[in-house]
T-cell receptor, first 115, second 113 residues
Framework: DQQVKQNSPSLSVQEGRISILNCDYTNSMFDYFLWYKKYPAEGPTFLISISSIKDKNEDGRFTVFLNKSAKHLSLHIVPSQPGDSAVYFCAASVSVGAGSYQLTFGKGTKLSVIP | EPEVTQTPSHQVTQMGQEVILRCVPISNHLYFYWYRQILGQKVEFLVSFYNNEISEKSEIFDDQFSVERPDGSNFTLKIRSTKLEDSAMYFC???????????FGPGTRLTVT
């Protein structure tokens, strides 16, 4: 059951260039999307999010784009830095009642930024 | 900056034993979650907890699992009789509101032998 898909398991980018990580989803009930960054032996760290009513959200070097009709979102990192090297998870949120929300994660994309 | 903490960082137990994983969510957060990640697989939702009761649980969260908020700060996950396939990283998360960002702890690596 792959409701959230990250089709690229890895991505290598030169320092200073743009990194583009992609994510597709199938469930139309998802209403909030998030990107998490994860280093080995650590928990996922929240990076940036976007509500389903928006198509773009920007925070410093990070921008998330949402295309609802295509059920696709992407994370742009520009300029990429070696410290950005990590596994990036796309997650989608849906209400599960009592105000709680469940996150469904993709498998992750390992980003390597080459100095 | 406030953060979610989890103890222990690594727990080794024998099959059939009970384990309790502990979490201290961010203090003003009201919604609490457990997720797990089996090696090489996705992070999977286990359970959400709000207002001292379970809001939702996944198929993974069977009768062997339970959660509790025994006091104003701790949030625990108990596995009554561990199985080999329970070996995974277990992440606790919390959020201030239901919708929005969930903040994760560093995880507990559970190894069942």
């Amino acid at each position: 059951d792959q409701q959230v898909k990250q089709n690229s398991p890895s991505l290598s980018v030169q320092e200073g260039r743009i990194s583009i990580l992609n994510c597709d989803y199938t469930n139309s009930m998802f209403d909030y999307f998030l990107w998490y960054k994860k280093y080995p032996a650590e928990g996922p760290t929240f990076l940036i999010s976007i509500s389903s009513i928006k198509d773009k959200n920007e925070d410093g070097r990070f921008t998330v784009f949402l295309n609802k009709s295509a059920k696709h979102l992407s994370l742009h990192i520009v300029p990429s830095q070696p410290g950005d090297s990590a596994v990036y998870f796309c997650a989608a949120s849906v209400s599960v009642g009592a105000g709680s929300y469940q996150l469904t994660f993709g498998k992750g994309t390992k980003l390597s930024v080459i100095p | 900056e406030p953060e979610v903490t989890q103890t222990p960082s690594h727990q080794v137990t024998q099959m059939g034993q009970e384990v309790i994983l502990r979490c201290v969510p961010i203090s003003n957060h009201l919604y609490f979650y457990w997720y797990r990640q089996i090696l090489g697989q996705k992070v999977e939702f286990l359970v959400s907890f709000y207002n001292n009761e379970i809001s939702e649980k996944s198929e993974i969260f069977d009768d062997q699992f339970s959660v509790e908020r025994p006091d104003g700060s701790n949030f625990t996950l108990k596995i009554r009789s561990t199985k080999l396939e329970d070996s995974a990283m277990y992440f606790c998360a919390s959020s201030e509101q239901g919708a929005g960002e969930q903040y994760f702890g560093p995880g507990t690596r559970l190894t069942v032998t």
